[in-house]
């Protein structure tokens, strides 16, 4: 399981600190971070990744357009994203699925929360190996 890479996208270093930790705690060791959707779309083609880990609310590009551009790029469109975000109304829940997240979370989250939303989307992404 440790195998998998993780790409950690928010603007906020508190935030990307507690889902490394995290993360971390879980037996992940492969973590890249990034600030925003334009920083994640560079370390994307420059490392990889093999989950995707976005905010929603911020500067340059959102979670949104992010995702947007993940599902538009062949390489990466089967990518697994988990959102993480502090908007959840129905609304918000709607549009993020529509752009085809795999899952979704609200802040603040428990370590046990993310851990099993990540489980179930690895479970999930068609049995590849974790």
Not at 58 to 64: I, K, Q, T
Not at 105 to 121: C, R, S, W, Y
Request: glycine share 6%; no cysteine.
């Amino acid at each position: 399981m440790g195998a998998t890479k993780f790409l950690v996208v928010d603007d906020s270093l508190t935030m990307r600190r507690i889902v490394v930790n995290t993360l971390k705690t879980l037996g992940f060791s492969a973590i890249v971070e990034a600030a925003d959707g334009k920083d994640a779309m560079t370390k994307l083609m420059s490392e990889g990744a093999d989950f995707l880990i976005t905010d929603w609310n911020m500067p340059e590009m959102n979670g949104l357009e992010l995702t947007k551009w993940v599902r538009g790029n062949e390489e990466f469109a089967e990518l697994p994203i988990l959102m993480v975000t502090t908007r959840g109304n129905k609304e918000d829940v709607i549009d993020a699925m529509k752009m085809r997240v795999n899952n979704y979370i609200v802040k603040p989250f428990t370590a046990q929360g993310l851990k099993e939303k990540i489980d179930a989307i690895l479970k999930s992404s068609n049995g590849k190996p974790a």
